[in-house]
């Protein structure tokens, strides 16, 4: 499986964008893509992930009630739609494939969001 993340780039504090992580390859056998992120000098920490057959999400709660995650199974994307975005939230933003074994076996290359305040 491939994935090529797009979307990122510099927004204000409470202005909005929309991250895209474009699957190839073995797409059947994903079960869920997931969206990820990390800032400088910090962890990696889980933002959000989308089951692929079901649409079932899960959201971290330091994002819930503003980043939405949605997916087109036909187009196999996954979009990150991130309002009132936060100085917070800036990182750099991965998108990973959870396979059937239930791992995040492959990974995007990532695309910077930084949030200006």
């Known amino acids: 499986v491939q994935l090529q993340a797009s979307g990122g780039g510099l927004v204000q504090a409470g202005g909005s964008l929309r991250l895209s992580c474009a699957a190839s390859?073995?797409?059947?056998?994903?079960?869920?893509v997931g969206w990820f992120r990390q800032a400088p000098g910090k962890e990696r920490e889980f933002v959000a992930s989308i089951t692929w057959s079901t649409g079932s999400t899960y959201t971290a709660d330091s994002v819930k009630g503003r980043f939405t995650i949605s997916s087109d199974n036909v187009k196999n994307t996954v979009s990150l739609q991130m309002n009132s975005l936060e100085p917070e939230d800036t990182a750099v933003y991965y998108c990973?494939?959870?396979?059937?074994?239930?791992?995040?076996?492959?990974w995007g290359q990532g695309t910077q969001v930084t949030v200006s305040s």
């Open positions: 990973a494939a959870m396979m059937l074994n239930r791992q995040y076996n492959y």
């Open positions: 390859g073995r797409t059947f056998s994903m079960y869920a």
